[in-house]
Each structure stands twice: as C-alpha cells, then as structure tokens.
C-alpha cells in the first residue's frame, strides 16, 4: 500500500527544500512589465515574492522589507514606487535600500549593506520564469526541447487580461492532480468544458514537461467561426501542459493562453495563481468584441476555479487523515501517474 504523500509531514518538508532549489516557476510574461513601477506578487510557501520592473530591467526579491519585516508590495498586482508602506524605505534594482527616512537622525547604520533578498529570473522568450539563485539548472535544460516551442507561443502573446490569486484548503498536489486530470473535465464543468472538449487526450510526458492535447468539439469550433476570422493561426485542439511541479500553460485553439500555478502555502494550503492573455489579431481594432471575448475568457476560467476548488477541498477532506493512498487512476488521468512517479523520485 503507497504511503499518503499528501499528508506526510516529512515528505512535505523533503519536497520543499527539493522545490526551493530544483525549480522554476512560470510566473508571467513581459507585457505584464511594460510600465516602470508594475509588479505582480506570487506566495511561495512562507514567502510573498514580488517581481518589478525598473527602469532598466524586471527583477525578483523577497517582498519582506528590511527594516522591520513588512510587506512592499501589498496587491497582487500593480504599479508603484518600491518603497514600503510603513516608514517609506526604498530600495534600487540590485535590492539594497536607496534612502531611509531620517536616517542620521534614527539609526547608526551602513545602509549599503542591507539587501533583499532577490531570485533570479530567466526568459524564454517572453515568458518569464523564476528560480532560487541556488538553482544551477538552466532554463533551457529544464524545459528540454519545449523551449523552442514556448518562445514561440510568447512571441504571439499580446496582453494580459487577468490576474488571480485563489486560496484553496488543500495539499498542493491534490491541486496539481486535478489540474492534469483530463476525465473530469466534462462532467465538473459542466457550463464550460463540456461544450468545449471532445475525450481523447494524446501524451508527450518527457522530463519536466508533460504535455496534453484533446480535439475540441464541433459544436465548439462551430461556435468560434463567428470571430475566428479576427485571429491568425488557429487550430483545432485544446492543449495544457504542466511544468513539473507547479506551473502550467493551456490553450484553447490558440484564441487565449492561461497561465496557473499551484503554490504549496503549507501541507494543508495552496495559492493558485491564474493569468489570462490574448493572443496578437486583429480583435485590438475592435474593442467592443475583444472585451466581449476577454470577459468570456475570464468568466469561463472563474467558473472552472471555483469548480475545482470546491472539488480538491472534497478530496483533501476526506483523505487528509488516511495513512494509504487507496484511489484508482485511470489512463484519462495518465498524467496524475506521470507526475507521481516522479514525486516519488524526489
Ligand atoms: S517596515 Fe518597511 S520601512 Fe519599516
Ligand atoms: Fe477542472
């Protein structure tokens, strides 16, 4: 009988310091930093990490002010100056505190030397990943021969037009499982995917990445015709591939690209982070129907959310107390098996 991974105290603490070092999180793409002053902030276990883009390049520290430990950054997203709230310290694109408030006269202190403490950021592309800047592994190496096929897609990206941080009150991988799980689309989701997915999935599990692709239906593809004519390069398919442990990008059709991440906050908590983008067409000369599209995207993927939030809740409820893992997986759910057997490795 498989011990319950979920729930094992060792096994989650194993997993972080793995994660911590071994990782990369996809986390957005340049168009969310176009401004000097935007930042978006992602929960990483215990740690609120906020990436920001000065004037001369997008950076990635601890969002835990130096002084006395508050939070710069208190929105998921936004513009401002890199400065915290509480006593207004600043800090520059290296991390280290530009100015402090009355300092001859509060401190003795050589502020030079108090930094944040920063991540590294890589790009493929326009994607932007994030890792500890003790990871040695490079982009390229972590994403194997999907590198070339990523940059691509972030080449065609266009704009963001959502960004969510959801709470749900279960072990992250419950969260991740259900994300890859291709049976229940159908059935849970019944306003959304239902219409959308045709049931047969094709694999390409290779390293860290585990790729999906499923036809779409022909009512969906019937449907789309009336504004497919607005977009470039379409095609038939829904895909959804998960970056081995926490990020994935899907898409329908090509028509929009979701970026999620599923961020252990503790054993019993995860911070699942969702952002929508359109692609480049020609929608951008007709605002009226590129907002009818956008809010059809964002509703759609709020619907699915709150579904499988209520749903990993449900299971984490019930086995959290379990000593075994007793479930039954399924060649629908090929790639929960994929993605255990690597766990398992760690
Ligand atoms: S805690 Fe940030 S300036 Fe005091
Ligand atoms: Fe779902």
Redesign the pocket.
């Known amino acids: 009988m498989k011990k319950n991974t979920y729930t094992s105290e060792k096994n989650f603490f194993k997993e972080k310091s793995f994660f911590i070092t071994n990782t990369y999180i996809l986390v957005g793409h340049r168009c969310e930093f176009e401004k000097k002053g935007d930042y978006k902030t992602i929960d990483f276990f215990e740690k609120s990490i906020a990436i920001y883009k000065f004037k001369e390049k997008i950076s990635a520290f601890t969002n835990k ?6 939070k ?1 950054f208190s929105k998921a997203k936004g513009n401002s100056a890199f ?7 600043s800090y520059d694109n290296s991390g280290r505190v530009k100015n ?1 408030p009355f300092e001859k006269k509060a401190f003795k202190i050589d502020k030079t030397r108090i930094k944040l403490e920063e991540w590294a950021l890589e790009f493929c592309g326009d994607f932007i990943f994030l890792k500890s800047k003790t990871n040695k592994i490079s982009l390229k190496n972590f994403l194997g021969k999907e590198f070339d096929q990523l940059l691509k897609i972030s080449k065609n990206i266009q704009k963001c037009i959502d960004y969510q941080v959801y709470k749900w009150g279960a072990n992250w991988q419950i969260c991740v499982e259900n994300s890859i799980d291709e049976y229940h689309a159908i059935f849970l989701h019944k306003t959304t995917f239902k219409n959308v997915l045709k049931l047969e999935p094709k694999y390409e599990i290779k390293n860290n990445v585990m790729k999906m692709k499923m036809p779409l239906s022909k009512n969906y593809i019937e449907k789309f015709k009336k504004i497919k004519n607005y977009f470039n390069n379409l095609n038939n398919t829904y895909m959804h591939t998960l970056f081995f442990p926490y990020s994935s990008i899907s898409s329908t059709m090509g028509n929009s690209y979701y970026i999620q991440n599923y961020l252990p906050k503790d054993i019993h908590n995860t911070n699942v982070t969702s952002t929508i983008y359109l692609p480049k067409s020609k929608l951008k000369k007709n605002p009226v129907i590129e907002k009818f599209f956008s809010n059809t995207c964002i509703k759609f993927n709020h619907e699915i959310f709150y579904e499988d939030k209520d749903i990993c809740e449900s299971i984490y409820s019930n086995v959290r107390n379990d000593n075994s893992k007793k479930d039954i997986v399924g060649n629908l759910e090929f790639r929960i098996k994929s993605f255990r057997k690597k766990l398992e490795k760690i």
């Open positions: 002010c130096a002084h006395r430990g508050c710069i400065v915290c709230p509480y006593h207004a310290w402090i």
